[in-house]
Structure formats: structure tokens, C-alpha cells
């Protein structure tokens, strides 16, 4: 018998959590990438996918600090890049002032460069952001993160992540490379162009202006990692203007 029930808080479904570890595993040996699945913070390879909504491990962490937090309501204005559908979905329902921008991909409301969005967004626009794994692949972060202060009204908050390592000296960070092969060797995936120490993702994060609050089983819940897929490294970093 299972001690706890797994319950997507994405699509509100009994459910199973996935493994991505044969095929993560896989790619990474085969471009001789250095470090191993564990060594990353925050990826609950074993139990990544919802086999209902197909929502990532993290998609799941974020849903559970914004439904756990007061300080969200109808006027509260989320700006919110690359969101996966699923995610996505689930905050369209909760919030009316809540929009999608990028780059690169299609079906967002803005079509946007992170590193340069004066021309879309006025300062101190937002209350809230969400900027999941977009900093490892833009050439200049320091200019995305300084983007990101401005926009965001003073109080207010973001979810800020990227894939971290939490090793002395294993920053490596190169827009120049072109290689798919070499990405993955070097950044763990093919349009990466960095790998953050966590000491060095913490350190600009902080250069940019912010403050930053950690979050984990701690303050988020044992049970509601557990019930949600999430590992017990996982760590979500919330920052404040």
C-alpha cells in the first residue's frame, strides 16, 4: 500500500510520475558530459513526468509556492517566459493580468528578447515573473537579469531558475560554441550556451539588484514534494525587487 497518493497539482489527477533517466543518462554519456544526473539540484529525474498532464517536475514546484502564497490576486500582473503548456494552462485559469513572452517560440502574447525589452514593457511593470530555464541559453544573462529588475515593480517578486550544479569551480559559460555535440558536452544540452556553479547563478542573480529567498521541503511540505514528484534537493529560488 502507498503511503502517499500521488496527486498532480497541475491537473488535479491521481497519478504516476515518470523517469527520464535512461534517455537523460544516455545523452549526456554519449557527449561525454562530465557530471551525473544526481549532481544537478533540482531534477527529479526518476519521477519528472505526469503520466495525465504531462507537466514537469518544476512546472509542479512553481504551481505549489504560487498556490501556497496569499500575496496572489486577480490584479496581480505575471509575465511569465517559455512556459510549458501545461503550467501555462493552469495559470490562464487563475489569473486574468498573466502573459507569456519569448523569443523563440510560437503562441506566446509577446514576441520578446529578454536581454532588451524596453521597447515592450515600461519599468516597474510587474508584480510578478516567472523566468524558468531561459538564462542558460541567452548569450548575455547579466543584461537579461538587469532586464528583469527593471521590469519588475519594486516589492515584487520572481521565480528565477536554472539548471545548477552545486560544485567548487564548474561554472563554463561559452556563446561561441555551435556544436550540438559540444553543448551537451559542456552545458548538458544542445542550446545551451552555460552551466552555472551555484555560487555564480546566486552571485549575478544578487549584482542584479536582488534579494534572494530559498525555498524547499522546509517551507513547501514534505508530503507536497512527495505528492507532486519533487525531489528533496529540489530547490526553488525566489527573488525580490
Keep these: 500500500m502507498k503511503l502517499v497518493s500521488h496527486v498532480c497539482i497541475i491537473c488535479g489527477q491521481r497519478t504516476e510520475y515518470l523517469s527520464v ?12 558530459f562530465p557530471y551525473s544526473l544526481n549532481d544537478f ?66 503562441g506566446v502574447d509577446d514576441k520578446i528578447d529578454i536581454t532588451n525589452m524596453k521597447a515592450d514593457y515600461k519599468t516597474d511593470m510587474f ?55 559540444e553543448r551537451i558536452r559542456r552545458f548538458a544540452q544542445d542550446d545551451h550556451v552555460r552551466l552555472y556553479e551555484k555560487k555564480v547563478f546566486l552571485q549575478r542573480v544578487k549584482d542584479a539588484g536582488f534579494r534572494v529567498r530559498v525555498y524547499g521541503f522546509w517551507n513547501l511540505g514534505p508530503l507536497n514534494l512527495l505528492r507532486n514528484g519533487i525531489g528533496f534537493k529540489s530547490r526553488l529560488y525566489v527573488v525580490e525587487k
Design 21 to 32: 533517466e535512461d534517455n537523460l543518462n544516455q545523452m549526456l554519456k554519449s557527449a561525454g
Design 41 to 106: 539540484e533540482t531534477l527529479s529525474y526518476k519521477t519528472y513526468i505526469c503520466s495525465k498532464c504531462g507537466s514537469s517536475d518544476r512546472d509542479r514546484l512553481y504551481k505549489l509556492y504560487i498556490d501556497k502564497n496569499e500575496s496572489f490576486n486577480g490584479k496581480t500582473m505575471i509575465l511569465d517566459f517559455a512556459p510549458a503548456p501545461q503550467f501555462e494552462n493552469s495559470m490562464r485559469q487563475k489569473f486574468k493580468k498573466y502573459r507569456t513572452a519569448d523569443l523563440m517560440i510560437d
Design 127 to 181: 508584480n510578478f515573473f516567472i523566468c524558468s530555464h531561459v538564462l542558460e541559453h541567452v548569450d548575455d544573462d547579466t543584461r537579461a537579469l538587469s532586464e528583469l529588475y527593471r521590469v519588475l515593480k519594486p516589492g515584487g517578486r520572481g521565480i528565477l531558475m536554472t539548471p545548477i550544479i552545486d560544485k567548487e569551480g564548474i561554472q563554463d559559460e561559452d556563446p561561441r560554441v555551435k556544436s550540438k555535440k
